[in-house]
């Protein structure tokens, strides 16, 4: 990819996140910062300095300190510099746009959110996002959700994820026609009625659910619950790669492509999802995924396809790439 930019990516160091951005970790114009502080005695002041919990009684002050650390522009070349923030960046409302404005006045910034903006807050106060103010901050703002760019007027693209080197082999983990990876959140009535339907149609599967209320918790030996995020990336990988088909459904209100989506393409598995819009993306194709809008009315066409398995590809692999994602952003800045 040819690119007039420098790019300091201000990232995360989730696996999921390291993954999925794996194709331009590493180039020679990225930085890609997870840790924002990598001395390890350095960083447990930082992350004391910057605790939530205590900023919300006691706004401390001196965060932009540690900005120095972490927007080091130093690269081989002088092309021009771009800052590509994700949102819990931004979120933590401890002046880094500003202190980029000040120490690199022609540099861009792009924020771009993975998540939906409307159930995001700011760190310390839970307010909600300004859009305006950070659409007057930043040079793009980007959201991965189609009605959110809509409402917001701000710019779409989908999360990245780049293609593993090898493929992933389900060495271990369980073995299921579906597999399902989700937080309960505003949907857990809704997935407990897929799940029962699933179970109906002579399906096996692989359900776990994150915070479930404990007085909300059936007994299965085919959902497995979790609190917060204990359970590893490559244990979700795992689970997909034993799984015939994903198991996708939305949050309510959402309408852009989830990881479990991006996964299905990846590593070649069918999908059966809620969403609305997917008949109308790029990768489309009803033999490898199916919309269902209620339970009861998931295909039973689709059902036999599942059970039948083999592979499943979309050809549309590459198009995924966080390299395209820089491309959107070199023509939109």
């Not at 505003?186 to 404990?214: H, Q, W």
Request: net charge neutral.
């Amino acid at each position: 990819m040819s690119s007039k930019h420098n790019y300091i990516v201000l990232g995360s160091d989730w696996e999921l996140y390291r993954r999925a951005y794996s194709d331009i970790i590493g180039m020679s114009n990225v930085k890609y910062v997870g840790e924002a502080i990598s001395n390890p005695i350095l960083n447990r002041i930082y992350r004391l300095h910057l605790n939530p919990g205590i900023n919300s009684v006691i706004p401390l002050p001196g965060k932009s300190w540690w900005h120095r650390f972490y927007c080091d522009a130093r690269f081989d070349d002088d092309g021009e510099l771009c800052f590509l923030l994700f949102s819990n960046w931004y979120r933590q409302n401890n002046g880094v746009i500003p202190y980029i404005r000040k120490h690199y006045p022609n540099a861009k910034v792009v924020v771009f959110f993975q998540d939906l903006i409307k159930k995001a807050t700011m760190t310390y106060t839970n307010a909600p996002v300004d859009v305006e103010r950070l659409k007057a901050e930043a040079d793009l703002v980007i959201t991965f959700d189609f009605a959110e760019a809509e409402a917001y007027g701000i710019a779409y693209h989908n999360i990245p994820y780049s293609v593993p080197d090898k493929p992933v082999v389900g060495e271990s983990g369980k073995q299921a026609d579906v597999y399902f990876l989700g937080q309960a959140k505003d949907r857990l009535d809704e997935i407990m009625d897929v799940f029962y339907s699933l179970k109906k149609c002579g399906l096996t599967l692989n359900f776990i659910l994150a915070n479930v209320p404990i007085h909300r918790r059936i007994v299965s030996d085919e959902i497995r619950y979790i609190d917060g995020l204990t359970l590893s990336y490559e244990e979700n990988l795992q689970n997909v790669a034993n799984a015939r088909c994903l198991l996708e459904i939305m949050q309510h209100g959402g309408s852009g492509y989830t990881s479990r989506t991006l996964e299905a393409i990846v590593h070649d598995r069918r999908l059966l999802t809620n969403n609305p819009l997917i008949k109308d993306a790029p990768f489309y194709t009803p033999e490898l995924v199916s919309y269902f809008d209620k339970p009861e009315n998931i295909e039973s066409e689709f059902v036999k396809r599942i059970k039948a398995g083999g592979a499943a590809n979309y050809n549309y692999k590459e198009n995924l790439s966080p390299k395209e994602l820089l491309a959107f952003i070199e023509r939109h800045i």
